[in-house]
């Protein structure tokens, strides 16, 4: 069984730091993806990334996947109240199915 | 385009009852996946419908059944609720390209499921 590990699991920070949230496994995976998932609604998909060591930038929001496809970071300057939400990262296995992460839920105050 | 559309958007049911949620996918997608999405055991992976085909499956008891018709609109049952199954179910629909192509994953805004 594929599992993705999150950490931190809960992250409370005000407006204008920085974070890193880290999704981890001990398998390789063909790509990864990120979402966000706000209260009430579907996780929104981020960004995916392919390639081990590709660097992947949306705004504020920088995405990075490891060397060897096992792992993958998120890194968000200057964080903002609309950061706020349920941050999942996905694992793409080669049959094309999906294996989220354990997540890591952010609130960003003013 | 409308998004994905799932109904109903909230359901409560007694243990030992059953449940049917719906799925309405983006048009032009052909792949329909449910997902069960609980506080403790993260967002978990049920199965995944293509023409009307399961492609993948999950490790969920035989109590969680699905079907996808021909104009790929799908179909989730719980048979005989469990307290544990309270959960929001989501489904996402994506354009299947095969061999890999995992394309874009769209969810809808779930159904929450109380099970008393």
């Known amino acids: 069984t594929q599992l993705l590990e999150q950490s931190p699991q809960f992250l409370s920070i005000q407006e204008g730091e920085n974070l890193t949230v880290y999704c981890n496994s001990s398998?390789?995976?063909?790509?990864l993806q990120w979402y966000r998932q706000e209260p009430g609604e579907g996780p929104v998909l981020l960004v995916t990334?392919?390639?081990?060591?590709e660097v992947k930038k949306l705004k504020r929001l920088t995405f990075q996947f490891g060397d060897a496809r096992k792992d993958s970071s998120l890194h968000i300057t200057a964080a903002q109240p609309g950061d706020t939400g349920l941050y999942l990262c996905?694992?793409?296995?080669?049959?094309?199915?999906?294996?989220f992460g354990t997540g890591t839920r952010l609130q960003v105050t003013l | 385009k409308a998004g994905v559309t799932q109904t109903p958007r909230y359901l409560i049911k007694t243990r030992g009852q059953q449940v049917t949620l719906s799925c309405s996918p983006i048009s032009g997608h052909r792949s329909v996946s449910w997902y069960q999405q609980t506080p403790g055991q993260g967002l978990q992976f049920l199965f995944e419908?293509?023409?009307?085909?399961?492609?993948n499956k999950g490790n969920f008891p035989g109590r969680f059944s699905g079907r996808q018709f021909s104009n790929s609109r799908s179909e989730m049952n719980v048979s005989t609720l469990e307290l544990g199954d309270s959960a929001l179910y989501l489904c996402a629909s994506r354009t299947f390209s095969g061999r890999g192509g995992e394309g874009k994953l769209f969810f809808g805004s779930g159904t929450q499921l109380s099970v008393l």
């Open positions: 996905a694992g793409v296995s080669a049959a094309s199915k999906l294996t």
């Open positions: 990334v392919v390639t081990g060591g």
């Open positions: 419908y293509f023409s009307e085909t399961q492609r």
């Open positions: 398998s390789v995976f063909s790509s």
